[in-house]
C-alpha cells in the first residue's frame, strides 16, 4: 500500500467520524458535507488501487451508487426510494464482483441463517411497509444474493482479502438491518451512530478486499 492509498485511508477515517458526529450532534449542514465525502475518499482509494481487474471496477461502482443512495437518504425530504433503488444497484454491483471469482459448487449451509434472518426482519417490519412493501422485498432478496455470495469466497478463495469481503457484506447487511428497524419497526436512541459505523465499515472492508 503506497502513502496516497494511506492518505485516503486516513482521511477516510476522520471524515468517517465526523461525518457521525455532526448527526449525534444534529448539525445537518456538517452532515450533508462529511457523509458523501467520506464516501468519495475511498472512492479515490479504490481508484488508486491496482491491479486493475472486473473485481475491482464493481467494487467502485458499488462506491458510486452507494454514495447516490447515501445522498438520497440524507436528503431534509428524504427520498427513500430512489436511495433504495442506488443502494439495489450497489448490491448488485457487489453480487457481481463476488461471482466473478467463484466456480459453481457452492456450500448449502449458508443459506439457511440468511433465510432466518430475512423472515425475522419481514415479520417485524412488515405491517409498517406500507406501500414499500414490494422495494423492500426486492432489495431484500437481492441483499442476501449478494451476502451469500460474499460468504462461499473464503470457502473457494482462502485468504485475508476473502474474509475482508464476506465481512464488508455482512456489515453492509447488518446496516441495512438496523435502518429497517428504526424506520419501520421502532425508532430507537443512536441508531443512526450505528447504521453509520456498520455502513462505513462494511465499505471500507470491500475496499480493502481488492
Known amino acids: 500500500m503506497n502513502i496516497v492509498e494511506l492518505s485516503f485511508l486516513f482521511c477516510f477515517c476522520l471524515s468517517s467520524i465526523s461525518a457521525i458526529t455532526s448527526e449525534v450532534h444534529g448539525k445537518k449542514w456538517l452532515a450533508y458535507v462529511f457523509r458523501p465525502f467520506t464516501i468519495i475518499l475511498l472512492i479515490g482509494f479504490v481508484l488508486e488501487s491496482r491491479p486493475l ?3 475491482h471496477e464493481a467494487i467502485l461502482l458499488a462506491l458510486v451508487f452507494s454514495l447516490l443512495g447515501d445522498t438520497m437518504m440524507m436528503l431534509k425530504k428524504k427520498r427513500f426510494l430512489a436511495g433504495l433503488l442506488f443502494f439495489l444497484l450497489a448490491q448488485a454491483a457487489l453480487a457481481s464482483a463476488f461471482y466473478s471469482r467463484l466456480k ?12 432466518l434472518l430475512a423472515a425475522l426482519m419481514l415479520g417485524l417490519i412488515w405491517k409498517n411497509l406500507g406501500k414499500y412493501k414490494i422495494p423492500v422485498c426486492f432489495y431484500l432478496l437481492v441483499i442476501l444474493t449478494m451476502a451469500r455470495l460474499a460468504l462461499e469466497l473464503p470457502h ?14 455482512l ?13 419501520f419497526h421502532r ?10 459505523s456498520t455502513f462505513y465499515l462494511a465499505l471500507l472492508l470491500l475496499s480493502l478486499s481488492i
Not at 456489515?171 to 424506520?183: P, Y
Open 104 to 115: 459453481p459448487g457452492f456450500l448449502p449451509w449458508p443459506v439457511w441463517p440468511l433465510v
Open 156 to 169: 473457494q478463495l482462502p485468504g485475508f482479502k476473502s474474509w475482508l469481503a464476506a465481512s464488508g457484506a
Open 171 to 183: 456489515f453492509f447487511l447488518l446496516s441495512d438491518a438496523i435502518l429497517a428497524v428504526n424506520q
Open 53 to 55: 481487474s472486473f473485481y
Open 187 to 196: 425508532p430507537f436512541k443512536n441508531a443512526q451512530v450505528l447504521i453509520l
